[in-house]
């Protein structure tokens, strides 16, 4: 057998082990991380210290790229929730419209207040604004709840800071404002097409409705420790997308200004992710925190309490890094780079592809990414032309693809909306799919005039 050969069988096989690890032996996905990838250093005999040191170098350097990012959209989205901010975005969005609209409000809503946070916690806290306005409208729970979820995850699958987006900048080295705007391009339409147009269609799929006495209370809020204003929708949507702004005008006025001049200076400062989204945490804590009469103490139990499932998505990405390098280091890489100008598939597709077929078999949408991410990067020396915004997407959008009984968030939308899993595949499932399709097929338009 010839050292490529060698090389490429044994990734395939550090790939399936983390597959079996994570499906059959239901470990945690940073140790299957982990283990797939000292495993893979090891099987091609680089030596147990060398392996150590490539894992290490390639954990921190995908933890110095998206950490921060992660971290600060967590603390920005925490302090959003907590304050009332983001319910004062919903109930602004929803009001008393009448009921054909409720899911375009929604849409909007949620797409919003899912910006800066993650998932899983933007989604439980949502959920008994879903019950209350279902219950207003005299509407079947899916009827709200559906749109909810799809502007959600239009977020989670396309906007940074969420994790599989910024993961893949990471590995693709991409702009991140300009991922950011792409991202925006693509997924604005694609909320309208999976949030209110798909739950009018899918509606005779619903099946029963759920029981609406049955649902979760709204989660107790923390009280100012002080007389203050109430949380304004002017001060939530500033805190929302003050972010996404200062990245796309540092974006776009970068290639206006000269370079070492103040006005270059200024735009590159707007452009960085991690400096804007500081700058963001830091209007929050006045805007939305001391204003609303909170101490600091309770801004900083709001930062935190979304910082628990952030720890363990770094550490995943982390681990992810860690293959990716490893991945590198045993000549993969290098051999994926050789034979790719062969190819005759997209680049673009071959990274939905890859990530969609991890998605399937691993559950998880970051895992996907990182290791997707880890083994499309080597195509980008032989795509000179290739935009990696659009990559970063391609992956992300892969990694959605079909969610089923392997997934978190399937379970998560079936207990929280009283779902059989029949009902799960037919509203769930469908739009995660939909969505994955639709943003390829957009990426693609999109890359017909971006390079």
């Known amino acids: 057998m010839s050292s490529d050969v060698q090389h490429i069988v044994l990734a395939a096989v550090a790939v399936a082990v983390l597959v079996v690890l994570i499906t059959k032996a ?264 001391t204003r609303s009469g909170f101490d600091l103490g309770q801004i900083q139990k709001m930062a935190a309490k979304g910082l628990g499932p952030a720890g363990m998505i770094i550490l995943i990405l982390g681990a992810g890094g860690g293959l990716s390098e490893m991945l590198t280091a045993t000549g993969v890489g290098k051999v994926i780079s050789t034979h790719a100008v062969h190819w005759s598939v997209s680049p673009l597709v071959l990274a939905w592809g890859v990530s969609a077929l991890l998605r399937i078999c691993l559950g998880s949408a970051t895992v996907a990414t990182v290791t997707a991410a880890g083994i499309v990067a080597p195509l980008m020396g032989a795509y000179p032309g290739l935009s990696p915004e659009l990559l970063v997407l391609a992956t992300a959008s892969g990694s959605v693809m079909l969610s089923h009984v392997n997934d978190s968030g399937f379970w998560l939308f079936k207990e929280y909306y009283q779902l059989s899993v029949g009902q799960t595949f037919r509203t769930w499932t469908l739009m995660l799919s939909l969505q994955s399709l639709l943003s390829l097929g957009g990426i693609l338009l999109l890359s017909t005039v971006v390079g």
């Open 26 to 289: 239901k470990l945690h996905p940073f140790l299957a991380l982990s283990i797939a990838a000292l495993g893979l250093g090891f099987a091609n005999g680089i030596g147990p210290s060398a392996t150590v040191d490539h894992f290490e170098s390639g954990f921190g350097d995908a933890l110095s790229d998206v950490g921060p990012i992660i971290g600060f959209g967590t603390i920005l989205g925490g302090i959003l929730l907590g304050s009332g901010g983001a319910d004062r975005i919903a109930t602004a969005f929803i009001g008393a419209r009448p009921v054909k609209w409720v899911p375009f409000a929604m849409t909007g809503a949620a797409l919003l207040i899912g910006m800066p946070h993650i998932f899983d916690v933007s989604f439980v806290m949502l959920v008994p604004l879903v019950y209350a306005t279902a219950r207003r409208t005299g509407s079947h729970l899916l009827y709200v709840g559906l749109p909810m979820a799809a502007g959600l995850y239009i977020s989670h699958g396309l906007l940074p800071p969420h994790p599989s987006p910024t993961a893949a900048i990471g590995a693709y080295h991409a702009n991140t404002g300009l991922t950011l705007l792409y991202g925006l391009i693509i997924g604005i339409p694609i909320a309208v097409i999976n949030g209110p147009l798909l739950t009018r269609v899918a509606s005779r799929w619903f099946g029963p409705a759920p029981d609406l006495d049955k649902g979760p209370a709204p989660e107790e809020r923390i009280e100012p420790a002080r007389e203050g204003r109430t949380a304004s929708f002017t001060a939530a949507m500033a805190t929302v997308l003050l972010p996404a702004l200062l990245m796309l005008v540092g974006t776009l006025g970068k290639s206006q200004a000269a370079d070492g001049s103040w006005v270059h200076t200024f735009f590159e400062f707007c452009d960085n992710p991690v400096l804007s989204l500081a700058l963001a945490v830091v209007f929050a804590y006045f805007a939305l925190g």
